[in-house]
């Protein structure tokens, strides 16, 4: 089977992206052949740009709705001949016009144990805050294929970790993090050896 193209939509950082540029044409078959930003100073990109990877900034401004912006991303990903997104800290909502298109075909990572901490205003520390407000003993992360409803999509994989009780939210961050670096690419691995197969709300892994 060719290499997949993956393009990796983001917002910040990008620490997951950087764990998909160093295991791309190793752990898996794929190759990030795009990364896309509505940030513009997103550090993402620059990582992207380290790479000799074609990274692009498009702000939400010049569209009149989130509709209209995902048919430019739509343009964007058909013209580059995408096979696999992935949503890498991408803090925008996805609309039906891509998620139709692309259906199985783009996948999440949310830093904890979904449908827990998932949906609207569950977004980046905010979600381990509320983990430990509500004195949860266990967090984690979740990869999921993006159907049109907010973190609902079918689950790929997920893992935990135990809460040390002398973690904030910063720390609780940083733990989960760790374990988004690892299930990530292990989730596009999959997808690239085609093991994922969706039936009602469920993924199946073939052996
Ligand atoms: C991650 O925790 C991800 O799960 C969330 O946003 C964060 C992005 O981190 N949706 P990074 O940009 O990959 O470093």
Redesign the pocket.
């Known amino acids: 089977m060719s290499s997949i193209k993956i393009a990796v939509l ?10 998909l540029i160093d295991k791309q044409g190793k752990d898996f078959n794929g190759e990030i052949s795009l990364v896309i930003s509505n940030i513009k100073d ?3 990109l620059e990582r992207a740009r380290n790479h000799g990877i074609k990274a692009q900034y498009i702000s939400r401004k010049y569209y009149t709705n989130p509709r209209e912006f995902d048919q430019r991303l739509l343009e964007i990903l058909l013209e580059n001949e995408i096979d696999l997104v992935v ?5 925008k909502i996805i609309t039906d016009v891509l998620v139709d298109r692309f259906e199985n075909r783009i996948i ?4 904890s144990l979904l449908p827990s901490f998932g949906g609207k205003g569950y ?2 520390i905010k ?1 381990h805050e509320a983990v430990l407000e509500r004195g949860c003993k266990v967090s984690g ?1 979740t990869v999921h294929f993006v159907d049109n409803g907010a973190d609902t999509g079918p689950i790929i994989c997920q893992e935990s970790l135990n809460i040390d009780q002398k973690w904030d939210a910063n720390e609780l ?1 940083k733990q ?2 760790k374990i ?2 690892e299930i990530l690419p292990k989730a596009v691995k999959l997808f690239c050896e085609d093991r994922l197969v969706v039936e009602n709300n469920r993924v199946y892994i073939k052996e």
């Open positions: 983001v917002s910040g950082s990008g620490s997951n992206l950087q764990s997103a550090y993402a949503l890498a800290g991408y803090l999440n990572i949310h830093p977004y980046g979600v992360a961050q989960v993090l988004e670096h």
